[in-house]
T-cell receptor, first 113, second 118 residues
Framework: LAKTTQPISMDSYEGQEVNITCSHNNIATNDYITWYQQFPSQGPRFIIQ???TKVTNEVASLFIPADRKSSTLSLPRVSLSDTAVYYC??????????????FGSGTRLQVQP | ETGVTQTPRHLVMGMTNKKSLKCEQH?????MYWYKQSAKKPLELMFVYSLEERVENNSVPSRFSPECPNSSHLFLHLHTLQPEDSALYLC?????????????????FGPGTRLTVL
């Protein structure tokens, strides 16, 4: 897994749009960018995946600039049930050539009423 | 329900016990994974079994032994564990297309097994 950097936590209110940005400077040509959501004591759940430009599904949008060194997960009109940890996952190898094998620390999103 | 089941959901064992965690996927996928999630630590990949590759995280102690008899079943055999091995153990599966090895494919996670080592 390429090293990714995300904010540790974010706060929002119901009905607002939330944008979570992930930096992945050493993304490789063949790597896709995948976002997962995890609630306490549950396994992560796939949200969205993209390679370049913009991807949209029924729950989120993913924006990827041309250089692909970052990506932004956009959650429209969040609700209390969106309170969770969000992980950005990017494939590839570290500069040493070894594969990195962790999801990263993720972003803890807290949605307030 | 994600189509990935894990048993048991909770397990308490002593350091001298031998136990096994079981994972089964009903999605027709061709790859399966074991992850470890300790309190306040990142989700860590332990093992991958797929047509594309078999990956073993070199930092995983030998007291954890995986077994994948077929594409639908995955086991994690545990022996002489330590208290620091207490964690949530997650199984996942995915359909790996040619040229899109882990993690460039959508993974479906099971509910996990909460393991406590006394």
């Amino acid at each position: 897994l390429a090293k990714t950097t995300q904010p540790i936590s974010m706060d929002s209110y119901e009905g607002q749009e939330v944008n979570i940005t992930c930096s992945h400077n050493n993304i490789a040509t063949n790597d896709y960018i995948t976002w997962y959501q995890q609630f306490p004591s549950q396994g992560p759940r796939f949200i969205i995946q993209g390679y370049k430009t913009k991807v949209t599904n029924e729950v989120a949008s993913l924006f990827i600039p041309a250089d692909r060194k970052s990506s932004t997960l956009s959650l429209p009109r969040v609700s209390l049930s969106d309170t969770a940890v969000y992980y950005c996952l990017v494939g590839g190898r570290m500069d040493t050539g070894r594969r990195a094998l962790t999801f990263g620390s993720g972003t803890r999103l807290q949605v307030q009423p | 329900e994600t189509g990935v089941t894990q048993t048991p959901r909770h397990l308490v064992m002593g350091m001298t016990n031998k136990k096994s965690l079981k994972c089964e996927q009903h999605l027709g996928h061709n790859a399966m994974y074991w992850y470890k999630q300790s309190a306040k630590k990142p989700l860590e990949l332990m093992f991958v079994y797929s047509l594309e590759e078999r990956v073993e995280n070199n930092s995983v102690p030998s007291r954890f032994s995986p077994e994948c008899p077929n594409s639908s079943h995955l086991f994690l055999h545990l022996h002489t564990l330590q208290p620091e091995d207490s964690a949530l153990y997650l199984c996942a599966s995915s359909q790996v297309a040619s040229g899109r090895a882990y993690p460039n494919n959508e993974q479906f996670f099971g509910p996990g097994t909460r393991l406590t080592v006394l």
